[in-house]
């Protein structure tokens, strides 16, 4: 994880885990074995740091609330949204976070189904957005602003202004107070 922190996601490989442990590459692959198992380990970690004591009794509070420490962890590291977003972790962490999101959401939608697929359209909105935010860093917005004024995009013109008066928080709260209604 401090690989990743302090270099982002494109230098995380076994061979730079092992480099920063001192050990050899094998050493790394007996326990992960391949750089994928790596990535769903790590991706697990930032589930790890989600936080579930003094959580609201409302279920719909409950759901809001779990999704906000959802973003929080994944801000809390470089390029964590992006490492989330290329695994499939079903690793304990990550799977108590979606149970606890499901149970949230069944208690106030009184539907498994309807919790389960507002449970994804939560978790797939935070972590565009939130690869989005983490990525601003290198973007260069004069290129955006000139492309926007072009005239080739009106839709766009007409709503810079919407389009960027928000901050990322703003958006993420727009977000899903949209999704759960």
């Given amino acids: 994880m401090r690989l990743l922190d302090e270099e982002g996601l494109e230098t995380v490989t076994t061979r730079a885990v092992a480099d920063r442990l001192g050990v050899r590459m094998n050493t790394v692959l007996w326990h992960v074995k391949t750089k994928r198992r790596l990535l769903e380990l790590m991706a697990d970690g930032v589930a790890a740091t989600i936080a579930y004591d003094d959580l609201p009794e409302d279920p719909a509070e409950r759901a809001r609330e779990l999704i906000r420490r959802y973003r929080r962890s994944l801000l809390a590291h470089r390029d964590g949204a992006a490492l989330v977003t ?44 939130t690869q989005e935010e983490q990525a601003q860093a290198d973007a260069d917005p004069a290129r955006l602003a000139e492309a926007v004024s072009s005239g080739r995009y009106p839709a766009l013109f007409a709503a810079r202004a919407a389009l960027t008066r928000e901050t990322f928080p703003d958006r993420f709260e727009d977000g899903v107070r949209r999704i759960l209604g």
């Fill in 86 to 129: 290329g695994t499939y972790a079903a690793e304990p962490h990550t799977l108590r976070f979606a149970d606890s999101v499901i149970g949230a959401l069944t208690e106030h939608t009184g539907s498994v189904e309807t919790a389960a697929r507002t449970c994804f359209a939560l978790i797939y909105f935070t972590l565009g957005l």
